[in-house]
């Protein structure tokens, strides 16, 4: 691992501003750029009531992570769990509702930074070297997060704190794809934030005589589905999408292999056809005018959501449905499809301090998080997540689902998880690098500069990214 270059790497990505967003609770629409810049600690309250010791198997006979014994424990066996806004703090307190005698042992530190800013690096990174606090959980999104994860100085292997792959069987394999670093087990996560299209109701019984799910998946079921369709949303007087970038996270995710490869004595560039296939698409879209030409996060783009826009669609995740809710989207007038392609947007993964004072907690406590069915299905109802859980996403589709989900509601009643659950199926993560945030940062420049003309063929915007990557980068293409 080239830690050195690394570091650099992820300074000058998180220096850019990149408008990268994470998995953020869907009641208070948070997203990895925190309000709030004021650090803040507070200390899990106790209470009375405690948990049965946990045994090493469940009543399935699947092995499991044994809850520590806090007998002896004192001051000195409190872990600091970090992070840079309130949300991962929510959803491990559903863990410690659970085992209340573990409140006392667990400190929660936030940080109030962008969880992708290079203060939260700083933050981080400080608190491992000085050991004052010293950050036991360390979640991150998954533009950073292999930052820590790739680095064996500063994180833990899992695999030795007890985790085995029996315990991850109900994990979907982009999270392991993720999580897993030459062999080791780095990271994991309690979210499948897999990617969908949220589509108006209103807008499909217009055009296309039905708002039936089923059949809208069947409009927009492939790429050349999608531009039929945008051509008869147009004929309308319709946009298929706000911009032409909507559409960059399903079609990155198709990459065939990593951008960056390492032989141990350089790092080589090499861009697959995912990214000359997003540079064309987004062409397309914006030459063929099927949309508003917005840029994603800008206030145009927000607006094209309310019900007085004409804009047809939305490619998005779990947590997107607040951000859209936020800006004026109307609960019941949305449905939600796979689309061309199973892709994923963001996601937090949590690796634990190489030098934690209490290895046993915080395995048992990320154990608990990410693969306990009924912490998934609580964390879901409380919360809104769409949880990295197999048999918890199918008890949650069977029934389990709470009547006052969000996320149903803004879909008029349909069952969010049979879409995110069919898609994270679909995902493939194993051909991510800790440069990919910097890179896609060169690719939307590019792409932004093919659209308006300034680039007057894909191979000038390929040049201008691998041009990029050789001078900021210190990646030179083959």
């Known amino acids: 691992m080239r830690k050195i270059k690394k570091a650099l790497a992820l300074s000058l ?3 850019m501003g990149l408008s990268l967003v994470a998995c953020g609770d869907k009641t208070d ?35 499991k ?15 600091y769990a970090y992070s840079w806004d309130e949300d991962f703090s929510k959803k491990l307190k559903v863990v410690l509702d659970k085992f209340p005698e573990y409140k006392d042992y667990v400190e ?15 933050g981080i990174d400080t608190a491992l070297e000085n050991g004052e606090k010293y950050p036991t959980l360390i979640p991150a999104d ?5 930052y820590w994860s790739e680095d064996d100085t500063k994180t ?3 695999y030795d704190l007890g985790f085995t792959d029996e315990m991850l069987a109900n994990s979907y394999d982009f999270a392991k794809q993720y999580g897993t670093t030459d062999g080791e087990l780095k990271c994991v996560t309690w979210q499948a934030t897999a990617g969908s299209v949220y589509y108006r109701r209103d807008i499909a019984k217009k055009v296309l005589g039905t708002d039936d799910p089923a059949k809208v998946q069947e409009a927009l079921a492939s790429w050349d589905k999608f531009f039929e369709t945008a051509d008869t949303l147009k004929a309308a007087g319709y946009k298929i999408v706000s911009g032409a970038p909507d559409v960059k996270y399903a079609i990155w995710d198709t990459q065939s292999q990593p951008w960056v490869t390492d032989d141990g004595s350089k790092e080589t560039l090499t861009l697959d056809k995912s990214v000359t296939e997003y540079l064309e698409t987004a062409k397309k ?15 145009s783009w927000a607006a094209d959501m309310k019900d007085d826009s004409k804009v047809f669609c939305y490619f998005g995740c779990p947590w997107f449905i607040g951000s859209m809710q936020g800006n004026g989207a109307t609960d019941g007038n949305w449905g939600a499809v796979t689309g061309p392609t199973s892709y994923h947007w963001g996601g937090t993964y949590v690796c634990v301090g190489k030098n934690t004072n209490n290895p046993e907690l915080a395995a048992f406590l990320l154990y608990e998080l990410t693969c306990d069915p009924d912490v998934g299905v609580e964390i879901t109802n409380q919360t809104g997540d769409c949880v990295n859980n197999k048999e918890a996403n199918a008890r949650l589709i069977a029934g389990e689902l709470s009547a006052d989900n969000a996320a149903a509601k803004f879909l008029g009643g349909q069952n969010p998880i049979e879409v995110w659950a069919a898609a994270a199926e679909g995902i493939n993560l194993s051909n991510l690098t800790y440069q990919d945030a910097s890179i896609k940062a060169f690719i939307d420049e590019a792409s932004t500069a093919y659209n308006s003309g300034t680039y007057k063929s894909v191979d000038e915007a390929i040049k201008y990214i691998q041009d990029k990557c050789a001078s900021e980068l210190g990646i030179s293409a083959e």
């Open 142 to 146: 998954n533009d950073v997060a292999k």
């Open 156 to 158: 833990a292997n899992l």
């Open 108 to 122: 929660f530190v936030t940080l109030g930074v962008g969880g992708t800013s290079d203060d939260y690096k700083t």
């Open 285 to 299: 879209i914006y030459d063929g005018e099927y949309s508003n030409n917005t840029s994603m996060w800008d206030n």
């Open 65 to 79: 992570i044994e809850a520590p014994s806090t007998d002896g424990w004192d001051d000195s066996k409190k872990i």
């Open 13 to 15: 990505a998180l220096a």
């Open 29 to 63: 629409n948070s997203t990895t750029e925190s309000k709030s810049s004021e650090a803040t600690s507070e200390t899990a309250s106790s209470e009375d009531a405690s948990s049965e010791e946990a045994s090493s198997e469940d009543a399935s006979g699947a092995a």
